[in-house]
């Protein structure tokens, strides 16, 4: 899951109370599917982009599944879209709970030089999705480099 650092970072997640924040204004149906499919207790990675060093900097859980998202019906949210409404939503959000930082980001970088991640999807040419799913390999090869960054 990718975010701004500047809007939202995982140190924004660890002071919110319990930890847990919704995930909110996923304005892509490919994105807002994979939110979709995510169950409670999953795990997710917590991306850092359009910053100094995008990269994996920790771990959160998904706390609750799959819901409307609110901001989609009020036109004073920059994520106000029209077509949506309470009565037809169109967009959802999840709410996550931080789990752990990593002492080193896994950074893009890193994460572009490994042969085992050449497919991931956050690697793929044009894809700017701030949600997307994570093979086992994936994710077990960026634990590897986290924990090889933490020696």
């Not at 899951?1 to 500047?6: A, G, T």
């Not at 994520?79 to 893009?108: A, G, N």
Request: charged share 25%.
């Amino acid at each position: 899951m990718k975010s701004e650092p500047d809007s939202f970072s995982i140190d924004h997640l660890r002071s919110c109370p319990k930890q847990t924040e919704h995930w909110d204004g996923v304005r892509n149906y490919q994105a807002r599917n994979f939110l979709r499919a995510m169950n409670k207790g999953d795990l997710a990675f917590f991306y850092h982009s359009s910053c100094e060093v995008p990269g994996v900097y920790g771990i959160i859980e998904i706390a609750r599944t799959a819901y409307p998202d609110p901001t989609a019906w009020d036109p004073e949210n920059h994520h106000y879209d029209p077509r949506s409404t309470p009565e037809r939503p169109l967009w959802d959000m999840v709410d996550v709970r931080f789990k752990r930082e990593f002492k080193q980001p896994v950074t893009l970088t890193a994460i572009k030089m490994q042969a085992t991640l050449k497919k991931m999807h956050l690697v793929q040419r044009w894809n700017r999705l701030s949600v997307m799913p994570v093979t086992t390999q994936e994710w077990n090869t960026i634990m590897k480099l986290a924990e090889e960054k933490s020696r």
